[in-house]
Antibody, heavy 123, light 110 residues
């Protein structure tokens, strides 16, 4: 059974770069059928899509975050990663990684999620 | 980017039927997906595509769409259905690819 697990620091200082990794187990990140995405949820608020990546390295991002976001993939480790630069308190959130079919699939949906990891931006 | 609008809160009596709606221009062109989120847990996909349920999702959950509005219907709501529900779809604005989520609806089962 495919599982996703987020990992990374729970506390990041303002103006620094937030870095998280999602490890995929029970299946291959190199599947041609799926994209791998990051979604975040500030405390008490709704979900916000950050961006997604294909195993080939092709990416697409939320326009509102694009200037600060980099998503990369390491197929040898079955992992993909998120970097968010110049963070502020507004970036404090639970960060989820999730699998989906991608932008060319009419039935696209995030069908498998990690448990989420809380990241707090504070000095 | 596109926006998807949901009612902040909806309530339903135990065993009754409730419809949760999601409005947005992107829904004229793309399907909505629906997620259930309980406190402290990750979202769970309950409906995707035209009206598809992932394995393990009860058949009391169904989806539909008309014009710019997608709906999630729970027929015979159970106490365990009390949760936040989010819709999402492809972002249809501009010429970029993207994903957009609704603001969420808190469902209370009375």
């Amino acid at each position: 059974q495919l599982q996703l697990q987020e990992s990374g620091p729970g506390l990041v200082k303002p103006s620094e770069t937030l870095s998280l990794t999602c490890t995929v187990s029970g299946g291959s990140i190199s599947s041609s059928s799926y994209y791998w995405g990051w979604i975040r949820q500030p405390p008490g608020k709704g979900l916000e899509w950050i961006g997604s990546i294909y195993y080939s390295g092709s990416t697409y991002y939320n326009p509102s975050l694009k200037s600060r976001v980099t998503i990369s993939v390491d197929t040898s480790k079955n992992q993909f990663s998120l970097k968010l630069s110049s963070v502020t308190a507004a970036d404090t959130a639970v960060y989820y990684c999730a699998r989906h079919k991608g932008p060319w699939e009419p039935n696209d949906a995030f069908d498998i999620w990690g448990q989420g990891t809380m990241v707090t931006v504070s000095s | 980017s596109s926006e998807l609008t949901q009612d902040p809160a909806v309530s339903v009596a135990l065993g009754q039927t409730v419809r949760i709606t999601c409005q947005g221009d992107s829904l004229r062109s793309y399907y909505a997906s629906w997620y259930q989120q309980k406190p402290g847990q990750a979202p769970v996909l309950v409906i995707y595509g035209k009206n598809n349920r992932p394995s393990g999702i009860p058949d009391r959950f169904s989806g539909s769409s008309s014009g710019n509005t997608a709906s999630l219907t729970i027929t015979g709501a159970q106490a365990e259905d009390e949760a936040d529900y989010y819709c999402n779809s492809r972002d249809s604005s501009g010429n970029h690819l993207g994903v957009v989520f609704g603001g969420g609806t808190k469902l209370t089962v009375l």
